[in-house]
């Protein structure tokens, strides 16, 4: 068992240093980049390894509480020193009013378009009616139309 012991405490050393890296952010890294780092622990294990515990592993800061609000350091007590929760977005009036001067602008843009659209009618229909012919007419273009269709040579008659 004592001559396994040298495996399992270079293993033990490997897998804890490698983890150590990889979840070490990359910007308070020492000397190598993290992907470096990785490497070297892979490729050197005890070497690598202890090269990371002295050279590489990032400071670690001086224990002190960290809060979101850096107003006191009593994390945040209290209360009326927290931050109040964000509102949504339907209770901030300045939203709501936003939204309701979006939506009457879209209801004028949307009437100026059927305005639009029932004036450009209304003139085609003023033009159809212009220059609609009579039943008589029609009944006249439709033989002249039947009468000067192609036959096998491919050539027009005429009538």
Known sequence: MIRYLGFFVEIALLVYCLIDCIQADSLRIRNL???TWVFLIVLLPIA???????AGRPERAPAQRSVPWPATRTAGFPEYERPRPARGPDDDEAFLADLRASDAEHEKLLA???ADLRARE????AEAGDAAPSAGQDAATER???AGHADDEGTARKP
């Not at 690598?48 to 002295?54: D, E, F, K, Q, T």
């Open 48 to 54: 690598g390894a202890v090269a990371w515990l002295v």
């Open 144 to 146: 002249e139309g039947e």
């Open 122 to 125: 209304a003139g085609l229909r």
């Open 112 to 114: 100026d378009w059927e």
């Open 33 to 35: 980049s993290k992907t």
